[in-house]
């Protein structure tokens, strides 16, 4: 069965530096989306993405985030100068219509 | 604002024993609430329901959605220790995409 998969499992940075999470959706699916879940705290949307643009982002979303797909199969969110509160672990999801797939999930710690 | 509260929080059960988990929502044009089931890591996809009254079942879990009193309920009979996880929903409003709004999740445990 097709999956969605995500790079690397665990990513651990320093302040102010820039991390970049990898995600490879399920092939024909044309909705990609970031969640991210501080440890303890529920499931937050971030970012839908369709046709090759942001269709929607949430207020958490903000300068500091931004996606791309930069070739036909890749989905990527960068994080630009994390900042300690960044730490969560960060979902990519991908779906054709309202049933979304999630991958694995990359823990993102900053030191 | 859009809102999703599960209750309850958590719940710690034997095995064989029926559980019932609880999700209400507030949201601006409903279009479908999902159950998830989230263990290690990856949510995966339990139930998609869109219509009242209509009881999605698979195996030895169903649930239903109520849109007239705005929640859903997701059943597990004859629970086995394999069940223990923390269990999502999500509901998805018409505006926008396709984007989820979670709540907190119920963590359940069953014991042997």
């Known amino acids: 069965e097709p999956e969605v998969t995500q790079t690397p499992s665990h990513q651990v940075t320093q302040m102010g530096q820039e991390v970049i999470l990898r995600c490879v959706p399920i092939?024909?699916?044309?909705?990609f989306y970031w969640y991210r879940q501080i440890l303890g705290q529920k499931v937050e949307f971030l970012v839908s993405?369709?046709?090759?643009?942001?269709?929607?982002k949430s207020e958490i979303f903000d300068d500091q985030f931004s996606v791309e797909r930069p070739d036909g199969s890749n989905f990527t969110l960068k994080i630009r100068s994390t900042k300690l509160e960044d730490s969560a672990m960060y979902f990519c999801?991908?779906?054709?219509?309202?049933?979304?797939?999630f991958g694995p999930g990359t823990r993102l710690t900053v030191l | 604002e859009d809102k999703v509260v599960q209750s309850p929080l958590s719940l710690v059960v034997h095995e064989g024993d029926t559980v019932t988990l609880n999700c209400s929502y507030e949201?601006?044009?409903?279009?479908?609430l999902l159950w998830y089931k989230q263990e290690k890591k990856a949510p995966t996809f339990l139930f998609m329901l869109?219509?009242?009254?209509i009881e999605k079942k698979s195996g030895r879990l169903s649930s239903i959605l109520d849109k007239k009193e705005l929640f859903s309920i997701l059943n597990i009979t004859a629970t086995q220790t394999g069940d223990s996880a923390v269990y999502l929903c999500?509901?998805?409003?018409?505006?926008?995409?396709?984007?989820?709004?979670f709540g907190t999740g119920t963590r359940l445990k069953v014991l042997a």
């Open positions: 869109t219509s009242s009254g």
């Open positions: 092939s024909n699916h044309l909705y």
């Open positions: 999500a509901v998805v409003p018409t505006s926008g995409t396709y984007k989820y709004i």
């Open positions: 993405f369709y046709n090759n643009e942001i269709s929607e």
């Open positions: 999801a991908s779906s054709e219509t309202t049933k979304q797939f």
């Open positions: 949201v601006t044009n409903f279009r479908s």
